[in-house]
């Protein structure tokens, strides 16, 4: 099984690599955002526990994030391995991840972290709030908002994982197409080794 986290702040473009990565090697995409936004549109009462927090930019309570990719790992126990998008975003979301993986025999093997400039990511962001009908993405008060979240909760997640050296900084500024390429090298070197 490969297992690996792609990483980086609100912005990074997270959502967009992911979904070529799944797609060229067969990994099963586990994107936190889409999980939560997915039950805000079907007004579960998740959904609407987290819409508070997620229309303020602050990262949703770690209990509902943990039972939401655990109930994900066991409903996909054939995958042949999982990318993380937008998880862990905490270390307590980190350990928690390490420990479910570990039950299944299985663990991370990459973490690819995403650099982008915090000028970068607000352009990027107001730009598909545009378009997007996402709420969290329209004010820049709540964008800058979703950028101090990451640093004071999400990026000691890099150190977790530095701990262990499976950390790969990438940049993240520059074509979409030359970042996957980027990507795809640090993965393929891990799956040959
Ligand atoms: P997410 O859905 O994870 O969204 P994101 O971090 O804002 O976006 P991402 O990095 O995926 O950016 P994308 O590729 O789309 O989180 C939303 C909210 O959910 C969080 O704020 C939080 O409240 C909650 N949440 C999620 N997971 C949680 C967790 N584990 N714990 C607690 N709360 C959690 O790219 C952005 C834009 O840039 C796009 O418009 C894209 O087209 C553009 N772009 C991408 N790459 C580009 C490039 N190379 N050049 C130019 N533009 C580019």
Known sequence: MFNLILFGP??????TQSE?????????HLSTGELLRSEISQL?????EAKNFMDKGQLVPDHVVIGMISTA?????ESSGFLFDGFPRTEVQAEALDKLLQEKNTSI????ALKVSEEELIKRLLNRGLTSGRVDD???TV???RIAEYHRKTSPVADYYDRSG????VEGEGSVDHIFDQLCEEIDKRIAE
């Open 138 to 140: 329209v004010t820049e």
């Open 109 to 112: 093997r990459v973490v690819l």
């Open 166 to 169: 499976k950390v790969v900084y």
């Open 44 to 48: 579960t009462a998740l959904g609407l």
């Open 20 to 28: 070529r990565l799944v797609d060229k090697y067969r990994l099963k």
């Open 10 to 15: 609100p912005g990074s473009g997270k959502g």
């Open 73 to 77: 790992l066991d409903a996909n126990r």
């Open 143 to 145: 964008i800058r908002e």
